[in-house]
Structures are given as structure tokens and as C-alpha cells.
T-cell receptor, first 113, second 114 residues
Framework: AQTVTQSQPEMSVQEAETVTLSCTYD???????LFWYKQPPSRQMILVIR??????QNATENRFSVNFQKAAKSFSLKISDSQLGDTAMYFC??????????FGAGTRLTVKP | GAGVSQSPRYKVAKRGQDVALRCDPI?????LFWYQQALGQGPEFLTYFQNEAQLDKSGLPSDRFFAERPEGSVSTLKIQRTQQEDSAVYLC????????????FGSGTQLSVL
């Protein structure tokens, strides 16, 4: 079974600063995808970034980037130039071929003005 | 439609009552997933449809939970004889195919069982 662990229940950062959210996962598979989702109070899960396990290059999307360490089974999210609108729950998720998506317990991020 | 639509947004049920939660996926999306999200937790997988076929229902917590997607579009999650532990947000997601396309989520139905 695949498990996803987010060890930081809550994080805070000053506006315009950089913050890193941690995620580790456990799997015996070699082909899979990893995701970071943002969930604001509206409850809708919004995809922030995704990473294919077979790609060595870390994914980036504007202010969001990941540090994917396949051997260590680590997948952290870095948010640069934090904005007030980044305040939300962030979920790390794992998905392997032909299966469903598994989520971590989440990290509540607060961006302070 | 423009996105995944779920209704109702909020549902309050008395313990023992049956409830039905509706999900309208994005038009043309083949895959549909249901997730249960307890307060302060990440979403937990309930069941998966590919078109009208329910291919995986391993996450359904008990036989009181039943899901269907008879015409391969709209899906309904039914919970019979609701219990307090059923209180959660129920999220629906769809994707174009069961490949690596991203999931599009609805805003969920928050179920409170009193």
C-alpha cells in the first residue's frame, strides 16, 4: 500500500518570503506521479504542481517548485515570494498507474502580511 | 459544464436517515472518483468509475455506502442509515481518462449527521 506523510500540520510565512512544505511517501512502484494540491476554504482542490517519477528534472510552475528526491522518496514544495492568497491547506498526493490518488493529511499554510 | 458540480453543498441529516449526494462531472470526462474528507484530514478514496462501470469500490467504508453512475455521466453517492461517523466532506473528481491527466475536483458536499 502507498502512504503519504506530511509531517508539518501547520506552517506560517511572511508575505514575500519563501516557504518549503515537506512530503514523504512510501511505495515499491517505479512508475508513478506526485502532486501538490491547494485547498482554500471553498473546499475545491486546486492542482498546484505535478511531477512524473521518471523525470529527473524538478517541476516548476511560476512561484511554485518541487524538490523531488526519488531515492529518498521525498517530494517537497517550495513557494517563493509568498502571497496572502497562498493561505490554504496544502495536500501532497501520490498516484500510480491504474490506481486512485492517495493524499497526505495536509499542511495548513498561513501567509502573514 | 465548466467544472465539476456537486449538490447539495451542505446536508444535515438525522442519524438513521438516508442521504443522496450528486456529482456532475465535466462533460466528456470518462473517469469519476469519490473521496471522503474528515475534518482536518486529507481526502480518502471511496470509489472509482470508468464511464458507467464501477471498477473499484474498495474504499467504501461499509455496505451502507452505495455509488452509481448509470449513464456514465452524473454520479450519485448514497448513504443509508447515516451515522455520526459519516459526517465529512464528500468530494467528487473527474478526469478525461484514467491516465495521467489531472483530476478536476468539485467543491464537495459537507454532510453533518446529528
Amino acid at each position: 500500500a502507498q502512504t503519504v506523510t506530511q509531517s508539518q500540520p501547520e506552517m506560517s510565512v511572511q508575505e514575500a518570503e519563501t516557504v518549503t512544505l515537506s512530503c514523504t511517501y512510501d511505495t515499491s512502484e517505479s512508475n508513478y506521479y506526485l502532486f501538490w494540491y491547494k485547498q482554500p476554504p471553498s473546499r475545491q482542490m486546486i492542482l498546484v504542481i505535478r511531477q512524473e517519477a521518471y523525470k529527473q528534472q524538478n517541476a516548476t510552475e511560476n512561484r511554485f517548485s518541487v524538490n523531488f528526491q526519488k531515492a529518498a522518496k521525498s517530494f517537497s514544495l517550495k513557494i517563493s515570494d509568498s502571497q496572502l492568497g497562498d493561505t490554504a491547506m496544502y495536500f501532497c498526493a501520490f498516484m500510480r498507474a491504474g490506481s486512485d490518488m492517495r493524499f497526505g493529511a495536509g499542511t495548513r499554510l498561513t501567509v502573514k502580511p | 459544464g465548466a467544472g465539476v458540480s456537486q449538490s447539495p453543498r451542505y446536508k444535515v441529516a438525522k442519524r438513521g436517515q438516508d442521504v443522496a449526494l450528486r456529482c456532475d462531472p465535466i462533460s466528456g470526462h470518462v473517469s469519476l472518483f469519490w473521496y471522503q474528507q474528515a475534518l482536518g484530514q486529507g481526502p480518502e478514496f471511496l470509489t472509482y468509475f470508468q464511464n458507467e462501470a464501477q471498477l473499484d469500490k474498495s474504499g467504501l467504508p461499509s455496505d451502507r455506502f452505495f455509488a452509481e453512475r448509470p449513464e456514465g455521466s452524473v454520479s450519485t453517492l448514497k448513504i443509508q442509515r447515516t451515522q455520526q461517523e459519516d459526517s465529512a466532506v464528500y468530494l467528487c473528481a473527474s478526469s478525461l481518462d484514467r491516465g495521467w491527466e489531472k483530476l478536476f475536483f468539485g467543491s464537495g458536499t459537507q454532510l453533518s449527521v446529528l
